[in-house]
T-cell receptor
């Protein structure tokens, strides 16, 4: 298996623009997680899905952030409008419900100018 | 409530000498504990996992960790550091709460290996 695939790897955008980050989980995994990593706050869980349904979005910073999982093999994290403080590395992870191990993608480095 | 504390933000060792990365946790139940490694510009990779079986857990690349309930610790060790071990290491505690797993990540320890 190719592992968790995230795209793009790098994104540079201007303040106010819409940003969409994409994630393809490992085939067969039924949990999907979105994390944000910054120097100041470390790794933060933003939201996670089980069987494509959002279970806990309490980590989503504000209404500018939204996440969807239209099917078992694809999820998006959207920021609209983006702000410089959103600059971070965003990770996607997936796991099987029968195994408590998360597998991480390589991340998307977002820079908002 | 769960929490995890990585006691050192930076550790430097010489190549060939032992590595010790310290982690203390707090959990209301019987937790699962993990160590992940993150190399520069890469995602997190699982090193090892403890889930209430043997207290000494062996992982990849020669790393191991010992679960000590009395000390609420899960320190990561390696007998001999290699240059390729230079990376950031995260200790993670996971509990099953209300039917689902919660994960708490430590703040990370950056390991530097000197030639």
């Amino acid at each position: 298996d190719a592992g968790v695939i995230q795209s793009p790897r790098h994104e540079v955008t201007e303040m106010g623009q819409e940003v969409t980050l994409r994630c393809k989980p490992i085939s067969g995994h039924d949990y999907l997680f979105w994390y944000r990593q910054t120097m100041m706050r470390g790794l933060e869980l933003l939201i996670y899905f089980n069987n494509n349904v959002p279970i806990d979005d309490s980590g989503m910073p504000e209404d500018r952030f939204s996440a969807k999982m239209p099917n078992a093999s694809f999820s998006t994290l959207k920021i609209q409008p983006s702000e410089p403080r959103d600059s971070a590395v965003y990770f996607c992870a997936s796991r099987l419900s029968s195994a408590n191990i998360q597998y991480f993608g390589a991340g998307t480095r977002l820079s908002v100018l | 409530a769960q929490s995890v504390t990585q006691l050192d933000s930076h550790v430097s060792v010489s190549e060939g000498t032992p590595v010790l990365l310290r982690c203390n946790y707090s959990s209301s139940y019987s937790p699962s504990l993990f160590w992940y490694v993150q190399h520069p510009n890469k995602g997190l990779q699982l090193l090892l996992k403890y889930t209430s079986a043997a207290t000494l857990v062996k992982g990849i690349n020669g790393f191991e960790a010992e679960f000590k309930k009395s000390e609420t610790s899960f320190h990561l060790t390696k007998p001999s550091a290699h240059m390729s071990d230079a990376a950031e290491y995260f200790c993670v505690v996971s509990d099953r709460v209300s039917g689902t797993y919660k994960y708490i990540f430590g703040t990370g320890t950056r390991l530097k290996v000197l030639a």
